[in-house]
């Protein structure tokens, strides 16, 4: 627990933590703890490119703006799509944190951008670049997995193997530890939003109902499962019936929204797998004894944990508060940045 004086130290400083993530934004300011956490959705105007809504307003526009209005995510798939807007959104978020400050801010912020293992250079250059024109002073760039395994508490600096699991909204992202170093990662592309798609096409096709973005979210965060409930659910799914063009609602159960995402949580534990299969053996030894921790919204997951324990023969679990895994792990990193500089990526060493 903080004190105070650490609070109001941290804000002095202005450093700054974020989880810059395909569904949600997370926002930690050094000493202070996570003061933003919204969705990383933008309402533009279509014609002049104006913003009108940043956050959680934004969101609440999503399917239901005007025609020259659009609600967008400028981050898809865990990475920047739209770099204008993702400019606005990060000075958005950087500009609401100092307004909350008690005292005058004379220096730029640090700032430690948690990014998915997998980005090229110029997807890395992008991100850097929109944090240095939204007001940084010096940009860290630290991998999804490295910050959630320091989120969660694992021991990645120890000479024994750890693995994380984060299952994000645009990407899941895997990797093995040792010595403060990533032994093995993967990146996959398939993760929320794909879970979320595959309800909208299931409803589609099992019950001619087109169903919403929010509705699918609602759905799955209410009844989804990757195994089997002790106590099945069901779900009122409300939306447009595709044959009468009238609203139409239907009663469905967990088991039939489990049957819907059974395709993207293969894709996951198929990639969990591979991702065992390419580690070490004294690594995987380590991992029998200390087990698969999962991180990311997707940890949510009725049975994740439960089904990737049936699936790799070893014990897995969902980490603490999993939602706020990478930007605590990037929060310690700006605590720590003299024992942890090996864990990011620094402005300068990322090329022009």
């Known amino acids: 627990m903080f004190s105070p004086i650490n609070s109001i130290l941290g804000i002095f400083s202005r450093d700054i933590g974020i989880d810059l993530g395909t569904a949600n934004t997370l926002v930690l300011v050094r000493g202070v703890g996570i003061v933003i956490n919204e969705p990383s959705v933008v309402a533009v105007e279509k014609r002049t490119k104006r913003v009108l809504a940043i956050g959680s307003e934004a969101k609440q526009m999503v399917g239901r703006t005007p025609a020259d209005i659009v609600a967008i995510r400028p981050l898809r798939d865990g990475v920047i799509s739209d770099f204008d807007v993702t400019e606005k959104m990060l000075e958005y978020f950087i500009t609401k944190v100092h307004d909350q400050a008690l005292l005058p801010l004379p220096h730029r912020p640090r700032i430690v951008i948690g990014i998915p293992s997998g980005v090229t250079e110029v997807e890395k250059r992008a991100v850097h670049d929109a944090a240095m024109n939204a007001g940084a002073r010096e940009v860290f760039l630290i991998e999804e997995p490295m910050a959630a395994a320091i989120g969660a508490g694992?021991?990645?600096?120890?000479?024994?193997?750890?693995?994380?699991?984060?299952?994000?909204?645009?990407?899941?992202?895997?990797?093995?530890?040792?010595?403060?170093?990533?032994?093995?990662?993967?990146?996959?592309?398939?993760?929320?939003?794909?879970?979320?798609?595959?309800?909208?096409?299931?409803?589609?096709?099992?019950?001619?109902?087109?169903?919403?973005?929010?509705?699918?979210?609602?759905?799955?965060?209410?009844?989804?499962?990757?195994?089997?409930?002790?106590?099945?659910?069901?779900?009122?799914?409300?939306?447009?019936?595709?044959?009468?063009?009238?609203?139409?609602?239907?009663?469905?159960?967990?088991?039939?929204?489990?049957?819907?995402?059974?395709?993207?949580?293969?894709?996951?534990?198929?990639?969990?797998?591979?991702?065992?299969?390419?580690?070490?053996?004294?690594?995987?030894?380590?991992?029998?004894?200390?087990?698969?921790?999962?991180?990311?919204?997707?940890?949510?997951?009725?049975?994740?944990?439960?089904?990737?324990?049936?699936?790799?023969?070893?014990?897995?679990?969902?980490?603490?508060?999993?939602?706020?895994?990478?930007?605590?792990?990037?929060?310690?990193?700006?605590?720590?940045?003299?024992?942890?500089?090996?864990?990011?990526?620094?402005?300068?060493?990322?090329?022009?």
């Open 154 to 352: 694992l021991p990645i600096t120890e000479a024994i193997g750890s693995m994380i699991v984060d299952i994000g909204g645009g990407t899941t992202e895997m990797a093995v530890f040792s010595l403060g170093g990533i032994v093995v990662s993967r990146s996959i592309r398939v993760a929320g939003d794909e879970m979320d798609e595959e309800i909208i096409r299931y409803a589609r096709e099992k019950y001619n109902i087109l169903v919403g973005e929010r509705m699918a979210e609602e759905v799955k965060m209410a009844i989804g499962s990757a195994f089997p409930l002790p106590e099945e659910k069901t779900f009122n799914l409300r939306g447009r019936n595709l044959i009468t063009g009238l609203p139409s609602e239907v009663e469905v159960s967990s088991v039939e929204i489990r049957e819907a995402l059974s395709g993207p949580v293969n894709q996951i534990v198929e990639a969990l797998k591979t991702t065992i299969d390419e580690t070490p053996p004294e690594l995987v030894s380590d991992l029998m004894i200390n087990g698969i921790g999962i991180a990311g919204g997707g940890g949510l997951l009725g049975g994740i944990a439960e089904r990737f324990s049936q699936e790799t023969k070893m014990h897995c679990y969902t980490a603490d508060d999993p939602l706020t895994c990478v930007v605590r792990g990037a929060g310690t990193v700006l605590q720590e940045l003299d024992t942890l500089h090996k864990v990011v990526t620094p402005t300068r060493s990322i090329r022009r």
